[in-house]
């Protein structure tokens, strides 16, 4: 027998057709395809006509029907085909999707008639958690609301959320009351910002076939308005504190990392100016008392802060895969996750939340993570109070009967 490509697994015989089918996995690409091996003698190959991305094959008893999966960005959809029991018959017919998402379907097996299919459904939500640092654990926050990315008001009476996994725009007050939706589909809606009055929201929106733009959007709702001020997509975008600028990145896939820099918009001309000496850095922040500005170096190595008034740069922090950093309240620290030793070539840790003071550079680790299950796109925060916030993934799993209408 011919040597597979990569390894396999799923493996199904099928007495009625004399043939082998098998997932074949390149763990390098992580890309799947269902390869075949008719009869004893036969030699490994695709199975024809299949949709790229299909995996995890099963047939019915009688060989009639034969389902199977196909990756659908973080989650698989369910798809079938008959197949051919006579000579005279096509060897398949076209294959066609059975289920699609929100849910994630595992498991696919066929009933005996070739009638129904049973497969296992996945869905997940995230649900907000506050560390508690008198108990040293993660507790259940704003009624178990599946958002992420909140962001408080500057008065702390309000927060706003990109719902998950929806992606639309929300706010309510803190005490989970008057919830209100503020955006709706096509726009997906990617770390939301209070302006400091309270009046408007700042965004990162995408759209199908547009770039990662930032949206300004009413805080009682209406239609999202779109920066024109910078061609290109656009990040994360904080407020400075009189609310007249935004500062914002680039996207990390945009372009190289040596061309990305820091830009500030000017809200009332909708100017885009570049940050001197940002040129190598991306994902800003600006502190609620606007004096410092925080980036980070794309390699997740580096914490940089700009002095708003001398107008210069300096190295906060050095480490392995910082990520999420976050003001405090009243600007005297950083939050952040990170995974210490590794950048140094100490030995290295666990990934941890972390306490960064402005004035002394002390540093304190807050907890670490290790066990905590995060969402497919994970986030931490901070509340108003200086308790860090995170999302946990909560799944859930259940059997589903498909009736097929051909």
Known sequence: MAPLPYPAFAMQWSGVHQTL?????????????????RGLD?????????????????????????????KNGSRYDLWAMRERTSSWLPAHSKPYRIASG??????????????????????????????DPQTKDFKPYL?????????FSRDGRWITYAAFPERT????????????????????????HWSPDGTRIALMGKTQDKPMRIYLVSSNGGTP???????GDEGVPTWSPAGRYIVFGDLLTGKPHSEMSIHVLDVAQDKVT??????????????????????????????????CQT???????????????????????????ATPGFAAGTGGGLASLYKLDIASGKRERITGLDGFEETDIPWYGVTPDGSPLALRAVKIEEIYSISLSR
């Open 225 to 231: 308005v779109e920066s024109n001020g910078h061609p």
């Open 102 to 131: 929100p849910i994630d379907y595992q498991s696919a097996v066929p009933g005996d008639d070739g009638k129904r299919v049973f497969a296992i459904g996945q869905s997940m939500r995230g649900e907000l958690e506050r560390f």
């Open 169 to 192: 725009l929300w706010k309510m007050r803190v005490d989970g009351t008057e919830r209100l939706q503020l955006t709706f589909p096509p726009i997906s809606v990617i770390q939301p």
């Open 274 to 307: 570049e940050l001197p000496e940002s040129r190598g850095l991306w994902s800003p922040r600006w502190s609620p008392d606007g004096r410092y500005i925080l980036a980070m170096t794309p390699d997740f190595q580096k914490l940089k802060l700009f002095n």
């Open 21 to 37: 089918r098998f997932t074949l996995v390149n763990h390098l690409t992580e890309e799947h395809a269902i390869w075949q091996i």
């Open 42 to 70: 036969g030699k490994p190959e695709p199975v024809p006509g299949l949709p790229e991305g299909a995996c995890c094959g099963a047939w019915s008893a009688n060989g009639e029907l034969y389902v199977f999966q196909v």
């Open 311 to 337: 107008r210069t740069w300096k190295d906060l922090f050095d480490a392995f895969n910082i990520d999420f950093p976050a003001w405090s309240q009243d600007s005297s620290h950083i939050f952040f996750k």
């Open 143 to 151: 009624s178990r609301v599946s958002g992420v990315e909140p962001d």
